[in-house]
T-cell receptor, first 116, second 112 residues
Framework: GAVVSQHPSWVICKSGTSVKIECRSLDFQATTMFWYRQFPKQSLMLMATSNEGSKATYEQGVEKDKFLINHASLTLSTLTVTSAHPEDSSFYIC????????????FGSGTRLTVV | GENVEQHPSTLSVQEGDSAVIKCTYSDSASNYFPWYKQELGKRPQLIIDIRSNVGEKKDQRIAVTLNKTAKHFSLHITETQPEDSAVYFCAASKIAGNQFYFGTGTSLTVIP
């Protein structure tokens, strides 16, 4: 079945530094990928939609200059958290269309970001 | 935009009993409704989905019902087992639009 690989799975960084998270579709091409953020015991909040070869579409309230998204190929999308602060600590997870279900969306394994 | 509400936020049932989780959505154009199961620190896993042209769908112990008029849909788990314990999320989407909007989640605990 479809697999979405996400790296790193866990990262700790210092406040003020930037962190890049990669999301790869391993056995299918994903023209569109989605980035979500999930705080403990809360739901997945859509941050942005990443389209291959074009600019990402950000949800209201999400700072595009802080959360840089690049989707340079059909199999790779990256999310860079710039100048990270402790309040950016969260679980970040990507998804791409492809996989089980009628219109299968496969999730990456998620990245636990802790900013200290 | 779409607004998805989910209830209850927590649910405890005895092993073997049934569990029901309900969601409502606001955008009448939404036409695809998946349900995901998420274990702690792991990715959500699709467990069942339904399109708006279907009122009910069943897969073994799991079923989903949809009421388009009322804009609500429900997940039913029968004969619950301890391994069903997890957080369950509903979602709504316009298939053409691709984006999923998730409910707030239900933490299900099945007591042995």
């Amino acid at each position: 079945g479809a697999v979405v690989s996400q790296h790193p799975s866990w990262v700790i960084c210092k406040s003020g530094t930037s962190v890049k998270i990669e999301c790869r579709s391993l056995d299918f091409q994903a023209t569109t990928m989605f980035w979500y953020r999930q705080f403990p015991k809360q739901s997945l909040m859509l941050m942005a939609t990443s389209n291959e070869g074009s600019k990402a579409t950000y949800e209201q309230g999400v700072e595009k200059d802080k959360f840089l998204i690049n989707h340079a190929s059909l199999t790779l999308s990256t999310l860079t958290v710039t100048s990270a602060h402790p309040e950016d600590s969260s679980f970040y997870i990507c998804s791409a269309r492809g996989g089980t279900g009628l219109y299968g969306y496969t999730f990456g394994s998620g990245t636990r970001l802790t900013v200290v | 935009g779409e607004n998805v509400e989910q209830h209850p936020s927590t649910l405890s049932v005895q092993e073997g009993d049934s569990a029901v989780i309900k969601c409502t959505y606001s955008d009448s154009a939404s036409n695809y409704f998946p349900w995901y199961k998420q274990e702690l620190g792991k990715r959500p896993q699709l467990i069942i989905d339904i399109r708006s042209n279907v009122g009910e769908k069943k897969d073994q112990r799991i079923a989903v019902t949809l009421n388009k008029t009322a804009k609500h849909f429900s997940l039913h788990i029968t004969e619950t087992q301890p391994e069903d314990s997890a957080v369950y999320f509903c979602a709504a989407s316009k298939i053409a639009g691709n984006q999923f909007y998730f409910g707030t989640g239900t933490s299900l605990t099945v007591i042995p």
